[in-house]
């Protein structure tokens, strides 16, 4: 493990978002093609949890276990490709806001360094995929946004 933390945006939908909530944000799961990128993760990294279709911002989130494999899938999924090796990391919610209380994106992307190569008016195309590497300085402006949101409820 090495000593600087990665920051990660989980991106994703109704039904992955109801998924790792029934699994109390204690685990997730992506398919093989997000093997590079759940391989860079390390324990003590940080998430902000997104559901992209509300477009709001739900969750600070720690990973608790370096990724490892099971031939099983995290979603019930009617895709006709299959996916063989699904990739897993155990996790630790911090903050989990209501659905009343999450963050609407809308007031927040303008912010962002990492939407900053979107258009304005596009940035939602930006968390279109279910994992993203976010600059620190985003992780610690959602952080605290989601951190005083809980505070104040």
């Known amino acids: 493990m090495n000593n600087l933390k990665n920051f990660w945006l989980l991106s994703q939908n109704q039904h992955e978002f109801k998924k790792y909530k029934s699994m109390k944000f204690l685990v997730c799961g ?3 093609r997000f093997r590079k990128r759940v391989q860079r993760m390390e324990i003590g990294d940080n998430i902000i949890l997104y559901n992209s279709i509300q477009r709001k911002f739900f969750a600070t989130i720690i990973i608790q276990s370096n990724y490892y ?3 099983e899938p995290y979603l019930d999924t009617e895709s006709i490709i299959p996916n063989n090796y699904f990739y897993y990391i155990k996790t630790k919610p911090e903050i989990i806001l209501s659905d009343l209380d999450a963050i609407p994106a809308e007031s927040i992307a303008p912010r962002l360094e990492y939407l900053k190569k979107w258009s304005p008016e596009r940035w939602p195309l930006a968390f279109f995929d279910s994992l993203h590497l976010l600059p620190q300085q985003d992780y610690r402006l959602l952080e605290n946004i989601i ?5 104040s409820n």
């Open 69 to 71: 494999i099971k031939n």
């Open 30 to 32: 992506w398919p093989q």
């Open 147 to 151: 951190i005083n949101t809980n505070l």
